[in-house]
């Protein structure tokens, strides 16, 4: 039996889908979010991707406090203002910024330390090792988490600049 | 004025006096990077930004509650006045400095005082400089000197110092042995060959031999002295790094993939072992053979040895500029070494998973994937060594080539004997041994020094839970436990339990009861000192649990962990695991106790038994049995059930139930249980929800408040009677 059919055969009402036509979203002037849902307005609410890493774009947990409103399966059919809305509600809770070029890679005695620029500015990140701090996800996606932390994200490594590359090789 | 971190002058200068407290962040509120400081005073709590303008502004009197909220790899601090408004957002390691915050604004608004940081809060300060210590390890960065880790890993030589110093002798003693037969082939050229006089050719060929045979004799027992203290070098090697691994943290492991251990234990060892025992005497012997072949060669013609010697300065040019890279490289075939081996070490110990759900091809899958990467590796790695050997002996042999050709120039016109050049080359062949030696030595060097690095990490990270200088004694423990104010987090952003404040007797029996997820073995791990809290303090008899001797402690508290573990080893080995002295007796009254003796005797070999790796051949309840007897017979002053008996029939649970009751008894216990009905003969029940204390009481008194307990048991009597069975 394939497994893909326990979905649709159980309740749909299970997944919690949001109807797009239904929902709003805004960031409010506190800069939290608040949605309104059919009739209902909520404030403040919460934006999570169920997949962060591999769907990221997809299956948006939208909650207001313990209280999960439902599941946006996909942003795109949102209005405008909603899909910004949710764009920065994500950008503020995921803070793991992404790299988009690597000045250096140092090694030192006991520690690496990591010289990036990514989509919200420059960091350094010092790590003891690789074996315990860069997890690789496939070909060319990286993790990069400190001990205290702190992060950044190579999404493609492949698609980075020379140099960024060059530098990627110490490690890779 | 407190404030955590040095302020920029454009922000200093805007403060208010009375300022309490300035925290700075290092994101803007749209979560881009930046300077931004927040700054609380009695009256107002000011967001600047790195040139001291406002950002946001609000008064203390305004504010109707403060709360930190997390985000993923960071937070930020929310203050609300009717309307919820973020005023700072910070990343990970920022938060115990946002938590206090939130705690300093919390207290002025009530007209607290403000309560001072606690010094756990503040990270480890480096001992000689002073300067914070970066997380996970105890060595500062900035006083930390590489020489260092090669003068800790000669201290492992201290011990056969005796024995090192004799294979040097030995090793210089052969050297000069080494240096004769060439010598001495000149002399055959020279005085026999040349003058075609064959009268000294018998002797000078015998010293030849004589020569060879003390050579070997020599490199025989050099050869077994080194293996000789290598292998306890090693040894000593294992067993620090193992002893390190036992003393650290659980937090350490949590982090961690475990199973990872497991080859570095052995192989990390090895590699250092090789440099220290090959290495070292390489070094040693290589360099006094160069160095005599030089001042051979110096004496018997200058000019001829500054040819051979003219690519040497090159050959350390290469290796400087390679190093590095091979460096990288050998620790990129190391990691992919180490995913190959967590990954079999995960699918082994997940066999029945795997089977279970028909996997096998996946993780087959997933093991070529793996090998695929270290494959490669390996040719990468060990290409590229291909490549960097043949050119260091091709720079060796271009000095030799310059040798043929200058002496043999001078020889033809008679300037030198030609024993001397035929001397010559043979020297020249005696260093190419060296040099090439001296590429072999670079990876040994390099692996060592990685494996150094790893072991010493592994020494040199935390022990969280130390026992202190002033560690109090305790050899024998009442039973009394209260805990302050105490809050715990696995991960620093999300707290397994809060603000837990209760006290039990000495010798009361408690039931912890709560969802799943509520906290309740998190409260035990506290009990126990598997962790300690980042918050308030726990007392044992009125003694702060963090100064009481570990010793002791573990010596007076018995356990059953919701995950049972069985060791390798017999039934009896494990029921006996913590009490090395227990006698037979003892171990069959223990296995009385906890109902366990009947299907022991209907194992095959009874007490004697060898239950598997991780007790694979023994059934859920019977694994849980074996780790109540073991509890039990520990004869502990606190004992701690942690679904202890989830597993169990409800008639064997209650045959095992009167047996502890007897055995609880002057005890203090802690019994956590889903199943409520286990937990009737409690002296009272501490009800957790969401890591706090929701009620505490006796069965009849929670009852009667129609709380959340009166919820819990209404809802297990539903389902008992849907069922069709009075639970
Ligand atoms: N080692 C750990 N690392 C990180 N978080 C943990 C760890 N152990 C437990 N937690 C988290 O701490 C919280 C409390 O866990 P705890 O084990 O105390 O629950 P519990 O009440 O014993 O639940 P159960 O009844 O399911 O055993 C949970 O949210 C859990 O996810
Ligand atoms: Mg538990």
Redo the contacts between chains.
Sequence with gaps: MDGADIGSEADPSLLNLLEPSSLRVRV?????LQAWVGELSY??V?VQQAF?RSDPGRFLVLSHGEVELGLIEDVSCLDAESVRALE?GL???????RVTRIQRIR?????WTWDVI?D????QL?V?????HLETIGSGRMLLT??????CEIVAAGSLDRHSRRQLA??? | MASLEPLPPSVASRLDDDTVLTVACDLDLAANFGERWLSITPRRVTLYSEQGQVLREIEVAAVASARLVTDRGGGHLVLSHGQDEVFARFTAPLTKNFAYAVTVIEALREGRPVPPMAERDRAPACPTCQRELPPGTNVCPVCFDRSQVVRRLLTYIRPYRLQVAAALGVLLLGTAVQLVPPYLSKLIVDRVLTPRAGSALLGLVGALLAASVLQWTLQAVRGYLGVWFGSRMMGDIRRDTYNALMALSLRYFDQRQVSQFISRVNSDAQSMQQFMTDGIVMITGQTVLIAAVLAVMLTMDWRLALLTFATIPLIAVVSLVVWPFVRRRWYRQWRAMMHLNVLVGDSLQGIRVVKAFGQEPAERGRYSAANLDLIQQNVRTDGMWQGIFPLFSLLTGFGGLLVWYFGGEQVVHQKIPLGTLIAFIAYIGMLLGPLQWFSQLINWVTNAMAAADRVFEVIDAPREIDDAATAVAMPSIRGHVRFEGVTFSYESHRSAVTEIEMEIQAGEMIGLVGHSGAGKSTLINLVCRFYDPDQGTIYLDGVDLRTVRQADLHRQVGVVLQETFLFDGTVAENIGYANRQASRQDIIRAAKIANAHGFIMRLQDGYDTRVGERGQRMSGGEKQRIAIARAVLHNPRLLILDEATASLDTETERQIQEALARLVRGRTTFAIAHRLSTLRHADRLIVLEQGKIAEIGTHEELLRSRGVYYRLVQAQRELSRIRGVEG
Excluded: A, F
């Design positions: 409010g002037p506190g800069g939290l404030r403040p919460e962060p920065y950008r503020v809770h995921y803070l793991i910024p090694q030192e005695p006991g520690r990514t919200r500015g420059p960091m010092t003891q090792n690789l074996h315990d400190t001990e205290d932390g702190r992060g110490k490690v890779w």
